[in-house]
């Protein structure tokens, strides 16, 4: 009976292990009673990994490998990567940004050497997919990461920040190979968008590079695009229907007190010749203005439909939805006055989905 009994209790042992070894669900973070600890359960709520992690630990969904911190028996305080599989890597070893811990992106994840302050890649599984010998990397982009060596680390006067100088950037995959030597990076290029080809691209939308097996790869421009498809379509016989059609379901605008968010029907329709004489102006080659690239801020963009534009630790998914914000700037009586229009990347094209004017009063269309 008691070796029946043992042999019942390996056999649901082993498959609770199966079980979790090949979990591929997405858990989700929540806090213990006091808010002062992180914790995840899975998509039928049951608790995975009980709280125990610092508020600092980022990441909202667990997919695959996360970066932590907690605290031990002893006080201490520890950080590591830990996998779905509960695999523990890089201990003290995470890679930190502007006091945030990286969040994985494709199933990588960057840490840090604490020892030589270089930068390298985990994969999902926690095994080493990049050593740590560049001074920085990108975050995985449809399988490329960008890297630079031999930098020198210069600090703002307040030691808060930090930026590289100098040195050599690369193009890589994920497997260490190095594809363009000399790459020079430009936060506007779409990676989703790469082509291969034996000659340069004269796309004047996209940028091309030499690779090191003498064919060219090249990459849309996410401002040149936003650009054209501006000036040359939405802007040309703009009807209020077709200002509808280029925007999100949401409109987020700066109504006198707080921000307000309405539907893009409602607000367009009260707004419409406001904001068509706005976008407007920059055919004016007089127009003082310019285009701003950057990603959505959840402050403003919370709603349920934006969560498919962040990532797992809540922060914008810029490299492949990045927003473009127009910037038009008026001098009234010696005061100058700026007005915003943002426009998101999103899977059907861009989409309007703030409007913030600082020189004429915005209707409220639900007063």
Known sequence: MKTKTFLLTFFITTLTMLAHAQDNTIWTAFYNKKNTAIGYKDQKGNIKIKPKFTLFSPTIRFENIMAVSEEDSQGRWKSYYLTKKGKTVGIDSLHIFDHSFDCENEGFIRFR???????????????????????????VSNGLVTAIAGAEKTYTDDREHYAWTGGQEFLLD?????????????????????LKAPTASTDPLRTSFLTKDGAYISFINFKEEFKQWLTTDLLIDLTNKKLINASFDIITWDAPILYEKTKRE?????????????????????????????????????????DKYYNNCGESTENKNPTMTIIVSHTIQSELKQNQYEFLKTETGYKLIGVFINDAPIKNPTP
């Open 266 to 306: 409602a607000f367009i329709a009260a707004n419409f010749e406001l904001i068509k004489k706005g976008l407007l102006e920059i055919l004016n080659p007089k127009t003082n203005y310019f285009i701003s690239n950057g990603g959505i801020n959840r402050a403003l963009y919370d709603d349920d439909a934006f």
């Open 113 to 139: 050497d604490n020892k030589t302050d270089k930068a390298g890649l985990f994969d999902k599984n926690g095994a080493i997919a990049i050593p740590a010998q560049y001074n920085e990397l990108s975050r």
């Open 174 to 194: 994920t497997h260490n190979n190095v594809i363009v030597e000399d790459f020079k990076l430009d936060d506007n290029l779409n990676f989703f968008s790469l």
